[in-house]
């Protein structure tokens, strides 16, 4: 699987900074300000989501690629705001994370009923140098094999579970401990389970495209003995 073997540098950081600037900062600014500079819940709401949409914008300045991690975290933000000042229940300002988790969960879950399981997709620009012709069709081709849609279908699973697992675990968390606690522990939920399941995956992807290697090779060698 050589495609899912390259990986793009370029100008990125490395994807563990990224994926903890991505995570923690909107919350970071959120939590910080609260109290703070008398500002009011809503103004502190909408100064954190401007830093990760600064944040947001820069990446895409640098990558030219959408930053779907952070905009997702800035986007609950929005939602759990705007929640909380209809309702006036602040809970929600917590618990709306599970909404988007639990259906990004869902969703994974459903595609596997589907000609091709969403990891598929989502994998694909980071294991073709975003989205290289030549390794777009290496990684499409790649299809044909048992043991690559078994990888597919596997991360699929796992990522579904993980992600209805982590909306789950929040809602316990807002229904059980003091609000102030859950707004701290709902950022580090997200961080702990998306490092957790991007390690598994790359540890996973690299083992199944090893083993795919060998599948080929000892198919391929008789063909050439024989030959």
Known sequence: MAAARTSSTGHRLPWMLQLLIDVALTPVVYFGLQGRFGLTLMQVSLISIAAGGVWTGLTLAV???????????IGGIAIGAALTGITGN?????????????????ALLVSMLAARPLMFYLVRPFATQDNDPALVAE??????????????????????V???IEAASRIVLVMTVPLNTANALSPVLTGVALVTLMTWSGSYGRRAGEARERAESATQAPAESAA
């Open 162 to 164: 993980g992600m209805l």
């Open 139 to 160: 990684w499409n081709q790649s299809w044909s094999s048992p043991l690559f849609r078994r990888c597919m279908n596997v991360m699929t699973l796992v990522w579904g």
């Open 63 to 73: 990558t030219r690629k959408v930053n779907a991690v952070s905009l997702s975290v």
């Open 90 to 106: 602040p809970q929600f300002g917590v618990a709306k994370d599970s909404f988007y988790t639990g259906a990004f969960g869902t």
